[in-house]
């Protein structure tokens, strides 16, 4: 079975500072890898995705994650925090579940603090 | 314009009462699903529904039975709702042609108190 996990629940940056969300996954075949955002009080919003046509991803407001096989990672940055980052943020992976359904796998989250 | 619409936003009932969900989508999406987010905010699969033909998480009780009167609607209907059925119900939508590189787009969710 395909899973992902995300090392740390809580993650607190400065503004400006640096962010790095950590996944690994754990599949047996190529995977299909996903970040999503949730804000407070809403619903899942997609940052970006693996397509396995570049290894480096470009995804939504700044944020981009590297897909690095022999790590079995694909860790989520952001080179200056932003105060509106703040927000929960699920790495996925994606299987077909049959009758043409693929499900997302999600790991448990992380939580993004951004400190004035 | 919504994308994908569930209702109601916030449900809180009495242990023992049966709930419906609403949820539809206007994006023209072949394939539905119902996640749940529990306390802590972790989010599970729990149907998918394609062409008619559902998928179901093996763990999820027969308490709860989606229910599809057309490909732009999937209702989540829960039975005889226990304590522990609290969480944030999200449903989602996507296209299966593409494959799983196919964003699923998700609905604002619906926040259900047993008491």
């Known amino acids: 079975a395909q899973s992902v996990t995300q090392l740390g629940s809580h993650v607190s940056v400065s503004e400006g500072a640096l962010v790095l969300l950590r996944c690994n996954y754990s599949s047996s075949v190529p995977p299909y890898l996903f970040w999503y955002v949730q804000y407070p009080n809403q619903g899942l919003q997609l940052l970006l995705k693996?397509?396995?046509?570049?290894?480096l991803v470009k995804g939504i407001n700044g944020f981009e994650a590297e897909f690095k096989k022999s790590e079995t990672s694909f860790h989520l940055t952001k080179p200056s925090a932003h105060m509106s980052d703040a927000a929960e943020y699920f790495c996925a992976v994606r299987a077909y579940s049959g009758a043409g359904s693929y499900q997302l796998t999600f790991g448990k989250g992380t939580k993004l603090s951004v400190i004035p | 314009d919504t994308a994908v619409s569930q209702t109601p936003k916030y449900l809180v009932t009495q242990m023992g009462n049966d709930k419906s969900i609403k949820c539809e989508q206007n994006?023209?999406?072949?394939?539905m699903y119902w996640y749940k987010q529990d306390s802590k905010k972790f989010l599970k699969i729990m149907f998918s529904y394609n062409n008619k033909e559902l998928i179901i998480n093996e763990t999820v009780p027969n308490r709860f039975s989606p229910k599809s009167p057309d490909k732009a609607h999937l209702n989540l209907h829960i039975n005889s709702l226990e304590l522990g059925d609290s969480a944030v119900y999200f449903c989602?939508?996507?296209?299966?042609?593409?494959?799983?590189?196919?964003?699923?787009?998700f609905g604002p969710g619906t926040r259900l108190t047993v008491l």
């Open positions: 693996y397509t396995s046509a570049a290894t």
């Open positions: 989602a939508s996507s296209q299966s042609a593409g494959g799983p590189y196919n964003e699923q787009f």
């Open positions: 994006l023209g999406h072949d394939t």
